[in-house]
């Protein structure tokens, strides 16, 4: 953890572009077996953030960019009527323990606060809100927000040490239009809230006539933006259409705008898109909005499998963070179908934190094998403990090996259940292999 | 169900080769929405297969290829001193009900005979086999088979009515000290197997020897070799190397026998490959290979999550059908751990439902995308039924939407508890859209 009330009230990037390596910048550095003047330069460049509001005591900085290992983001956060701040915290721990880089508190019932208070207090990672969620609550109607209603709780927001926050500002007037024609509408909950107060008020975007002023209170306190896409598709039919790339021109636009105020910020990305119009949607991204760190979620590769959106998504998070997503916003098997529980967030996170790994190792990043070929060598010896130790799971590894066997006993035994203990591939493999030296040995003889 | 009992004594493709429909090929131009003519020239080009072997009474006709749908493989069985009948029966019937493609019993125990028997009777999918299993299990060591003694054991099962068999004949005597570098070594049991027998005996492997013999069984009984890659790579250290590339080499020279035998004929694939490595795996293959019909385990994209190997894979196998392999056979998320349960053998089956559809949407295979579509709109109507009913695992998926709800009387609600009934983005957007009709409306006043 690192102390940071001594430092001015500035951001990493106007710092960066300053020439100031930060000790949040250090510390990534340190984390990325990066040179600390490689950081420096990538967050002057717009193409690495340091989510890292001054008043966010308890963090431990994480970077989020290409030149660093894929992130990924847990959602956590009860709706109305459900889940408390325990159940909360006891999400965030299991995301922690099984290694999210960022966490959401998408929270949106009556003790809104207070979670977020709590979860702030306990959250090494950044921390992330969607303030449209809180400032819908302080009114009777979504027709009674206003532009002053939001930025009061986004400044609350920030004073209190959220470290990004995703803002539906690209969503204008005139893409609604475009949005009716979809077979799934606008999913996004911060979008849809948007678009039906722009309808009703005949008026454009409230925060993006409001930006400046939005800005001002993000530089203050080194707010990370995160521009949402109120319009990303939520179904294969509506991918890559009229709709969601309009938004993105916009947001692209707003990237340059936070660039010259030196507010740090991230694009977040579908949703729902077939594998095949993957690699286009990252390139179309990282083109438009000149390398911002690219924050995606999922996306899911195909509609059917409510149960198992996890793996849906999983594989479209493989192949987006390869072509260049910085982040994976992870999604669990109850996507669709409820809020999550433990159980769905360890599973969430643990497939997240799989294609991140993935995408990893492809991309070559150095060091990202080590992992695997430990964990490879820990089986090729049948050593349990050792394959144990490096899973990404290690408790349900255990789990899953203990209950399988015949006998109990059989708990340290150099075979498991798969072959059993006379066929087992390791073993034959490796006496094969000795037969091969003695074999060498008696043709020298 | 067709019967084919009047069918002479010889293959789908011998019997495409002279031009003739066989109902097999008709039922699968049904099923694949193609003209039959054109299943049977793929069948006589060698680069669709359909398993159908002339005793398996049961069976409705399947066929794999590139120019059908990508399809999945289950792989059931018990190991020495675990399962029986009625529970490897359990987990057939639930793999059919999720939508498996073909089943391979991999039964080692002493029950072998008995339980491949009960399977192919209630098995309307392909039922392959790996018959060495078999053949160890009547021997005191491995360095006792014969090469009798394994084409006696491929014989039996052949006139039981096994529809394709993994038989490692690629894996030379050559080759073994290929793996011997390797960090995990040979991880494929049949391979070991072979291995351990050539290295004891100083000898060739014995099934490539006496590969005329194997394949005559083969054209009487209209079996489909599927020809197993013994040195597929066990981690992603030994992905893509000499001893993997070494092998697809002869397994390319054996697709051409096969094919002058008038043989069915596909090729197995890995296992453990890093996701950027993944096209070109299979770019090779279908090069090497003539086009014969590719059938991946996995691959695996890292191997630091056991617990949760169906994820690792799936976003492999996604990969790997979108470039080409035609039949993904499935991982469980037991696997590296122990014998599948039935919960893993649903895990893995949908998963592998969903790598396979993922990957037929991405290619544009006509009509792929219907089922999406038309579980998207139900979304958009909020119409919870309409939504289970094209689910690929409807039961998880009402499961998990009914016990999330705070209420359990709404559980045909318009909402769920994601959003909660105030804020749902499906009910906000519709408002929205409603609103734009009104203001064009009002407009036009």
């Known amino acids: ?81 459900r889940s408390g701040c325990e159940e909360e915290l006891g999400k965030l721990r299991l995301a922690l323990k099984l290694g999210t880089d960022a966490v959401m508190d998408l929270s949106v019932g009556d003790e809104i606060g207070e979670i977020r208070r709590t979860l702030l207090e306990n959250c090494p990672v950044p921390l992330g809100t969607v303030p449209i969620y809180e400032a819908v609550q302080r009114v009777d109607r979504v027709e009674d927000l206003t532009a002053d209603g939001i930025l009061e709780v986004i400044e609350e927001q920030a004073e209190q040490g959220v470290d990004f926050m995703t803002v539906h500002v690209g969503l204008l007037r005139d893409h609604v239009p475009l949005a009716a024609k979809r077979l799934a509408g606008i999913v996004s909950r911060g979008g849809a809230l948007t678009a039906a107060w722009m309808v009703h008020h005949q008026r454009e975007n409230p925060l993006y006539e409001s930006f400046d002023r939005l800005l001002e209170i993000c530089r203050v306190h080194d707010v990370t933006l995160s521009l949402g896409d109120g319009l990303r598709p939520g179904c294969l039919a509506d991918a890559s259409d009229a709709a969601q790339f309009a938004e993105l021109d916009v947001l692209g636009e707003l990237v340059f705008r936070c660039r010259t105020a030196e507010v740090q910020v991230m694009v977040e990305g579908p949703g729902h898109v077939p594998f095949d119009q993957i690699e286009m949607n990252m390139k179309r991204q990282q083109e438009i909005c000149d390398g911002a760190p690219f924050y995606i979620l999922g996306p899911i590769v195909t509609d059917i499998a409510p149960g198992y959106d996890h793996i849906t998504s999983a594989i479209g998070a493989t192949m987006g963070a390869f072509h260049g997503a910085a982040m994976l916003c992870y999604v669990t098997p109850r996507e669709h179908l409820g809020l999550p529980d433990a159980e769905d967030v360890r599973q969430g996170v643990v497939a997240y934190k799989i294609a991140a790994h993935a995408a990893d190792v492809a991309l070559g990043r150095p060091g990202a094998r080590d992992r695997d070929d430990a964990l490879s060598a820990a089986r090729a010896k049948l050593d349990w403990e050792g394959m144990f130790k490096h899973a990404l799971d290690p408790q349900r590894a255990r789990m899953m090996h203990d209950e399988s066997l015949v006998n109990p006993e059989d708990v340290d035994a150099d075979f498991c259940s798969m072959c059993g203990p006379k066929h087992c591939a390791v073993k034959v493999s490796r006496r094969a292999v000795q037969g091969l030296s003695d074999e060498d040995g008696g043709a020298r003889q």
């Open 1 to 81: 953890m690192l102390k940071r009330t001594g430092d001015s009230a500035t951001t990493q990037m106007s710092r960066a572009l300053r020439g100031e390596v930060t000790r949040a910048m250090a510390r990534v550095a340190e984390r990325e077996r990066l040179e600390p003047e490689t950081v420096r330069e990538e967050i002057a460049r717009g193409r690495l953030v340091i989510p890292a509001n001054l008043h966010h005591e308890s963090l431990d900085p994480r970077g989020i960019g290409v030149a660093v290992t894929t992130k990924i983001h847990t959602n956590i956060g009860g709706s109305a009527g």
